[in-house]
């Protein structure tokens, strides 16, 4: 049997669960998920309000999977996008856009791995506690290692990606992180020369830097922010494995006196032969 090509991707707008002093389901908005096939898809989703717990103008989700001949033969095109506008989680997290863009390029072989980007990924005007939060998220980085073995290479033998890579997931630094922290963080052995990973999957944020405008109330911790009475929030997590790249831009664990968990802007992308 010759061999084929499965597309593989899908993306959400926003969603969630909530445990205390209820237990509900947010049901997931602009959903939309590529067959495998391919097509092309979209999904959206307006004027949402969960309670006083989750609301947003806007939420919209693209897929788009295609084939095309390349220099080299056949080659499979995958687009995955999320975007939400006017971003409101209990007066806490605001943000005016936040989008998920993940595009990649496959030439179907059975050991390739495929080219997967992240240009046009961002966060506009985002605001912890009501204040503001500049963002650097390192697209140039990931972006220049578009693929898995890119940045497992990079990771053995750079020194100036290994160092960003451990900073970002606090490598060094993470008993001093509290324990309700810590659990959001990968941990990997400190001699290991290998990128670190759970089963195949490498957890790292795009979140080179998070800057307030001025002093918080609030403590971050790399690419995860606490805020007693609010919540633990993690951005733009990055999953990496072999054939696939998982962004989750929002993921909001909510605590006391309201428990629960809201994720927002979600993509995942990677399709293989079979």
Known sequence: MPSRYRFSGHAIGAGGRIHNPFQEIIEIQAAAALPEIGGYGTARSRDFRYREI?????????????????????????????????????????????????????????????????????????????????????LDVFDRLHTHQQVADAYRTEKEFRSLFDRITLKHRLHEVPERVQRWFHRPAVDDAEMPHTKGITCVSLLRTLEPERPPEYKCFGHVVHVEGFGTIQLAELQLSKKTRRLTMIHVNLGSPVEGDVMAVAADDGGSPY
């Open 54 to 138: 989750l609301q947003f103008d806007v939420a919209h989700s693209e897929v788009a999977g295609s084939k095309s001949n390349g220099d080299g033969g056949m080659v499979f095109n995958t687009l995955i996008k999320s975007t939400i506008e006017g971003l409101n989680i209990m007066g806490m997290l605001t943000a005016d856009r936040v989008v998920a863009n993940l595009v990649s390029t496959h030439d179907g072989g059975p050991d390739s791995q495929p080219s997967i980007k992240l240009a046009g990924t961002r966060f506009e005007n985002l605001k912890i506690a009501g204040v503001p939060v500049n963002v650097d998220l390192c």
